[in-house]
């Protein structure tokens, strides 16, 4: 279909025809054209001045575009395992039935296609599908697909389906800091203003906050480091991308504390010297969008945001939302910054690292979400009030995404070094088998390590946590993971490329009943061929789960093999041992001590 003029013309100016906004641009094409034919990535190249072959490499690389005609409905299932747990693969099914099309295909008549998507982030509250690309459904039961099928067949435009069906709640079950009462819009920037930049800057390494987003590097250093690189322009990113299965606390801060993280936005640029802020949101939260905006808005006019902030000669910052397109590895913070500039989300070689050379070349902090609501409380309470909660490496609360088999999935807050067993006795588990702690790239716990706690010096995490009773196949979780893995991996670099198709394809082996002993064997290899020759952190992570699910369940691998047979000279047992050191963990929680 070709772009007529109008909507072109339209869309290029409001994005001031900057080839760094392409993903934008794409995107919001898209949304009227529903795909991006060959003739409409043709204008776009020509009006910015871009070659095709750039244009179509980036229109490639985002699963939320099209090259080809995905029909007037694009029904997108949530996979992920809990989604699953909840029935969305027999729901997906049942739809397929109802509007006779098979799944991944474009019904003839063009008016229907049904796939799969990774993790929506609404683990708490599936399963859950996203209507394309922009509408969330969630809580999905065999009456609403009924009834879904029954609108696409009338062609009832998804706005207009049944509001309930798009509610989205914050299953807040435990509030501490950062779910509890918040600051009022201004306070926190008021208060960093009184100290002064260096002064916030002294006060957040006091505070010995440590990066949410999931490697915990300490915001202190990194803010240091944005403020000395030489440079006249620097940026301020919230990373609101929020990719890991089982993770949706972030989502909650944006949709009922956005002020909250704005305002950490705000004061990271006044301690930086960043008169720009940027948010990545995932394409999955768009529903997001307006509200945020608002809120972006009212802070304007308040005086919160724009030049002299507060009334103070020369603190001139604002913020601005970019939406991404369904890419996991768009949350490694160099594939963000690519993506934010227009490119594919191929995560850059480092040195130099976003600090010294990010956004456009410039000193850039990107920072988690949740890092950034942690900040305005800080401003607010003193970085000595937050050193004093949590552990001595931990400090601090962190937010829990809980789902999975418990009676009470949501939002769970605690101080660092909360005991695992505290957390599945607050959100009503029983009979656990396992809990996978920060996604799929995190760590698979069983029953025997749930004295563990969270904290960077025992158990880390980004977040998810996602529990499974004994009912559950541990093997299935692992496979699900795997074809999480391959379906994200970039491609960039052969190691993880090639590494996670070979996984999945022992692993779906294993499920058809057809592996054996050597196909375990084969597994462990490709893990420790893939760890440590990675371009980047999801390809180092893709085997976790794998390793923990073998080495800590594997009676449910045996029962997927035909044969038992290994290889000669390999030793299981050792395997299994090595595989434990590796990861430093055993099953004794021998780490617990290390806490306070
Ligand atoms: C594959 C991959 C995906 C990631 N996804 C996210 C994400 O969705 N959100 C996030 O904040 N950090 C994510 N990260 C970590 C970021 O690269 C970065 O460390 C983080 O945004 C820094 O913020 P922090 O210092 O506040 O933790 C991801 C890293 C990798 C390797
Ligand atoms: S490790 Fe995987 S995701 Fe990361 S750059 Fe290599 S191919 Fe891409």
């Known amino acids: 279909m070709k772009p007529t003029g109008m909507d072109l013309e339209a869309v290029l100016a409001r994005h ?10 794409l995107r919001e094409i898209q949304v009227q054209q529903l795909w991006l034919s060959r003739d409409t990535l043709s204008a776009v190249a020509r009006e910015l001045g871009l070659s095709l072959a750039h244009v179509e490499g980036v229109a490639g690389f985002y699963r939320f575009f099209h090259g080809q005609p995905v029909g007037q409905y694009r029904v997108l299932f949530s996979d992920n395992i809990t989604d699953r747990m909840l029935g969305s693969g027999d729901l997906m099914h049942e739809l397929c039935h109802l509007l006779k099309v098979e799944s991944n ?28 690309q922009h509408q969330l459904v969630t809580r999905l039961t065999p009456g609403r697909i009924e009834h879904m099928a029954a609108l696409i067949e009338a062609q009832v435009p998804a706005h207009q389906w049944p509001v309930a069906w798009s509610r989205v709640d914050d299953q807040i079950r ?27 800057l002294d006060d957040i390494k006091r505070s010995k906050l440590r990066g949410r987003g999931g490697a915990g590097y300490a915001t202190g250093t990194k803010w240091q480091l944005c403020r ?7 940026y301020v990113v919230c990373n609101a991308d929020e990719g890991e299965p089982g993770t949706f606390k972030d989502r909650v801060l944006l949709s009922s504390y956005a002020d909250t993280v704005f305002e950490g936005m705000t004061i990271a640029a006044l301690v930086v010297g960043a008169r720009q802020g940027l948010v990545y949101l995932r394409g999955e939260y768009r529903y997001l969008l307006d509200a945020l905006e608002a809120t972006l808005a009212r802070r304007r006019q308040q005086g919160l945001l724009g030049a002299s902030i507060q009334g103070r000669a020369g603190f001139d910052f604002d913020i601005e939302i970019h939406v991404g397109a369904g890419a996991y590895v768009c949350g490694e913070e160099s594939a963000l910054i690519e993506s934010l500039e227009g490119k594919r989300g191929t995560p850059r070689i480092r040195p130099p690292f976003p600090v010294e050379s990010g956004y456009l070349g410039q000193p850039t902090t990107v920072n988690n979400v949740e890092t950034f609501s942690a900040v305005t409380h800080i401003a607010v309470q003193g970085g000595a009030w937050w050193a004093g909660i949590g552990t001595a490496q931990s400090t601090g609360t962190k937010i829990h995404s809980v789902s999975g088999d418990c009676a009470r999935p949501g939002l769970y807050e605690y101080p660092f070094g909360t005991r695992i067993g505290r957390i599945l006795e607050d959100c009503g588990a029983r009979d656990t088998q396992a809990v996978q702690v920060g996604g799929p790239s995190g760590v698979c716990l069983s029953a025997l390590e749930f004295g563990r706690r969270i904290g960077f010096e025992d158990v880390p995490t980004a977040g998810a946590f996602m529990v499974f009773d004994r009912s559950r196949d541990m093997f299935d979780v692992a496979h699900n993971f795997a074809h999480f893995f391959a379906h994200e991996s970039c491609g960039f670099c052969t190691p993880c490329r090639v590494g996670t198709e070979l996984v999945l394809r022992r692993m779906d082996k294993l499920k058809r009943g057809y592996g054996s002993g050597e196909d375990v064997q084969v597994l462990y290899e490709l893990d420790k061929l893939m760890h440590g020759t990675t371009h980047c952190g999801l390809g180092a992570a893709a085997c976790n789960p794998l390793r923990d699910t073998i080495a800590k369940f594997r009676p449910a691998y045996e029962q997927h093999l035909k044969s038992l047979h290994f290889a000669p000279g390999f030793d299981m047992d050792a395997e299994l041992s090595q595989a434990r050191l590796a990861t430093g963990r055993d099953d004794s929680g021998a780490h617990l001590e290390t806490l306070a």
């Open 16 to 25: 001031g025809r900057a080839p760094h906004r392409l993903v934008q641009i």
């Open 105 to 132: 295909t474009m019904r003839a008549d063009g008016r229907v296609s049904v796939a799969t998507t990774s993790c929506t982030g609404m683990c708490d509250q599936g399963p859950a599908a996203l209507i394309n």
């Open 174 to 200: 435990l509030a501490d800091v950062k779910l509890g009462p918040q600051p009022a819009p201004g306070q926190g920037i008021a208060a960093a203003l009184a100290r002064g930049p260096q002064g916030m």
């Open 228 to 234: 000395n690189a030489r440079a006249d322009t620097r």
